[in-house]
T-cell receptor, first 119, second 118 residues
Framework: GAVVSQHPSRVICKSGTSVKIECRSLDFQATTMFWYRQFPKQSLMLMATSNEGSKATYEQGVEKDKFLINHASLTLSTLTVTSAHPEDSSFYIC???????????????FGPGTRLTVL | AQTVTQSQPEMSVQEAETVTLSCTYDTSESNYYLFWYKQPPSRQMILVIRQEAYKQQNATENRFSVNFQKAAKSFSLKISDSQLGDTAMYFCAFMRPYSGAGSYQLTFGKGTKLSVIP
């Protein structure tokens, strides 16, 4: 159980185009999903918290208009990188928090990540 | 705000030996969760072990166990009988419990790169 999928796993795009990344919780409902960015040999940097049915909460320094987040259902959140540029090239990871009201299950589970390369 | 510190950027261990990874944290909360996640070269983040702060008993998962010292705010991971597949980055993380009024994120340490040597 507690599987999170992420699609695509790898994407290459031209500068100026938009890219959409999907994050799905496959066997549990996730009121909250998180989007992270990871640079080589570094820890995960939280970009935003995505709440189902409401606007995402962005971390300081993250451009809301560039990184659009939509959490339309309890199992799906999407991250759209708009007008991508080479500096947006990175590894993006989503996670979903299993919030079944039990202390023994309150945990975040991660997708496999998406490697974005902007040419 | 919470902080998580992993003071060992890199470690190595011989196959079949035991290794301990260190983690300290700072918080004013009394109830919280602590985690160790593993990130192998595939970069998939995998949950290794989880500890609830109100539980005094240390969590164990097969070859993985923790030494949770709440007063000292210390949460170390012990890997017994190390295997080649344990080679990975290990991240210690802190999370506040779900309150219903909002959901809180994980706070990660910078990670420890563990290499298991044949």
């Amino acid at each position: 159980g507690a599987v999170v999928s992420q699609h695509p796993s790898r994407v290459i795009c031209k500068s100026g185009t938009s890219v959409k990344i999907e994050c799905r919780s496959l066997d549990f409902q996730a009121t909250t999903m998180f989007w992270y960015r990871q640079f080589p040999k570094q820890s995960l940097m939280l970009m935003a918290t995505s709440n189902e049915g409401s606007k995402a909460t962005y971390e300081q320094g993250v451009e809301k208009d560039k990184f659009l987040i939509n959490h339309a259902s309890l199992t799906l959140s999407t991250l759209t990188v708009t007008s991508a540029h080479p500096e947006d090239s990175s590894f993006y990871i989503c996670s979903a928090r299993d919030e079944v009201p039990s202390a023994s299950t309150d945990t975040q589970y991660f997708g496999p990540g998406t490697r974005l390369t902007v040419l | 705000a919470q902080t998580v510190t992993q003071s060992q950027p890199e470690m190595s261990v011989q196959e079949a030996e035991t290794v301990t990874l260190s983690c300290t944290y700072d918080t004013s909360e009394s109830n919280y969760y602590l985690f160790w996640y593993k990130q192998p070269p595939s970069r998939q983040m995998i949950l290794v072990i989880r500890q609830e702060a109100y539980k005094q008993q240390n969590a164990t998962e097969n070859r993985f166990s923790v030494n949770f010292q709440k007063a000292a705010k210390s949460f170390s991971l012990k890997i017994s009988d190390s295997q080649l597949g344990d080679t990975a980055m290990y991240f210690c993380a802190f999370m506040r419990p779900y309150s219903g009024a909002g959901s809180y994120q994980l706070t990660f340490g910078k990670g420890t790169k563990l290499s298991v040597i044949p």
